[in-house]
Each structure stands twice: as structure tokens, then as C-alpha cells.
């Protein structure tokens, strides 16, 4: 088992991508020693997948779909990160984070809130981690793009926002 836990550790941390193979293995038992018997036995790492340049969740038992808390009918429209769009800072959010895909930009809901946007996105879970201008209301979304001209294509849409639990 020390050797699993040795392996583990290592083959993750300094070969991420190895380590899909790794963890297929270690879920399938092919292993010696690595199968898991309990939800104590399972690690963070041993719940996520390198998926291109991406770290990916894997869903569980142990990690269930969060649940609908509310819904919302919202504004949903699209910025980017550019002076004209932002303050002097465009490339860190008002929770001080940087941005990145799955940004979404609220007044009214707490920073970490993650929300889902069936009709457009699917399943896809966005995380509210930016504020919009005093003017836009509670009831307006921002969804954060790469470039300037998928914010500008991307247009406004009414529809309707899923709130997830924490």
C-alpha cells in the first residue's frame, strides 16, 4: 500500500497526464493494493482527469450533482477582457481572482455561487466571481469571453438561470 499511496502521489503531481491512466487503473482494481473500499480512501486527486490543458471533476456518489436551489429569470449578455468593458484592471475580477472560462459576472449573488444556464450552456456550471455596473441590476448576467467579438456576438438573451446549492 505504500507503494500505491508513493505512486500515486508522485506519477499525478509530476505526470498529470499519466495520471488518467493511472486512476482508470486504480478504479478498475488492476492495481495491487489500490482498490477502494471506502469513501475515506478516496483523495481529491483521485476525482478529477487531465482533459486537454484542463483538471476535470469526476462525477461520484461521493460527489454528487449540486441541486437547484432557485431560478431565476435573467438578462444574460457577455464581456470580455478589455479596458472598455472593464476598470483598469480587465484580467482580475472584483473577488480578486483571475479570469477564466466559467466566469460569471452578478450583482445579487454571492461570490463562489455557481449557476447553471440549461437553455444555452446545458449542464455547463458557471461560478459568479465578477460585480457588472451599478445600472445593470440584480437581474443581469455577465458570461466572461476570451475576445472581445465572441462577447460582442454572443448578444443578449432572456432566459432562465439555474442557482445551485453550496
Known sequence: ?????????????????????????MTLNLLPGAGIKSETEIYPSD??????????????????DPQVARELNVVVT??????????????????????????????????GTKVKIPSLYGDKIFIV??????????YHFDIWFPSYWEALNFGAKDVIVKVLES
Open 47 to 64: 476525482m478529477m482527469f487531465v482533459q486537454e490543458n484542463s483538471l476535470v471533476a469526476i462525477a461520484s456518489p461521493f460527489n454528487p
Open 1 to 25: 500500500m505504500e507503494i500505491f499511496n508513493y505512486l500515486r502521489k508522485n506519477l499525478i503531481l509530476k505526470f498529470p497526464v499519466l495520471s488518467v491512466f493511472f486512476l482508470s487503473a
Open 78 to 111: 457577455a464581456y470580455s477582457s478589455t479596458v472598455m468593458e472593464t476598470d483598469d484592471t480587465p484580467f482580475i475580477t472584483a473577488s480578486g481572482k483571475m479570469v477564466r472560462e466559467g466566469i460569471i459576472a452578478n450583482n445579487l449573488l454571492p461570490f
Open 129 to 138: 466571481e465578477d460585480r457588472m455596473a451599478e445600472r445593470k441590476g440584480d
